[in-house]
Nanobody, 120 residues
């Protein structure tokens, strides 16, 4: 069974930075893609950033230039460096990954979510 666990969230003042981590554990063969999605109260989920196995990057317009996604495949870990944070970035952030396991199966997995709060 594959699990994703996020860490690194919390409370920060506007203009500050946070670094989220997402550790994947279990019978993992390949992390094909890894992304971060956020959901603010009363809002729909928004894909913030995604990185593919070949390094292809995607960012939403709202975070491009401020957030950086990266991955360390040796550690089965993904990161989201968030700089110049704004109150509008306040949300629960979810790690999502499409993973192939050691039994030849592939599937999409989600973390439990972590709160990021940016005060003005």
């Amino acid at each position: 069974q594959v699990q994703l666990v996020e860490s690194g969230g919390g409370l920060v003042q506007a203009g500050g930075s946070l670094r989220l981590s997402c550790i994947a554990s279990g019978s993992i063969s390949t992390i094909h893609s890894l992304g971060w999605t956020r959901q603010a109260p009363g809002e729909q989920r928004e894909l913030v950033a995604r990185i593919s196995l070949d390094g292809t990057l995607h960012y939403s317009d709202s975070v491009r230039g401020r957030f950086t996604i990266s991955r360390d495949d040796a550690k089965n870990t993904g990161y989201l460096q968030m700089n110049s944070l704004e109150p509008n970035d306040t949300a629960v952030y979810y790690c999502n990954a499409f993973i192939g396991d050691n039994y030849g199966r592939s599937g999409s997995y989600w973390g439990q979510g972590i709160q990021v709060t940016v005060s003005s």
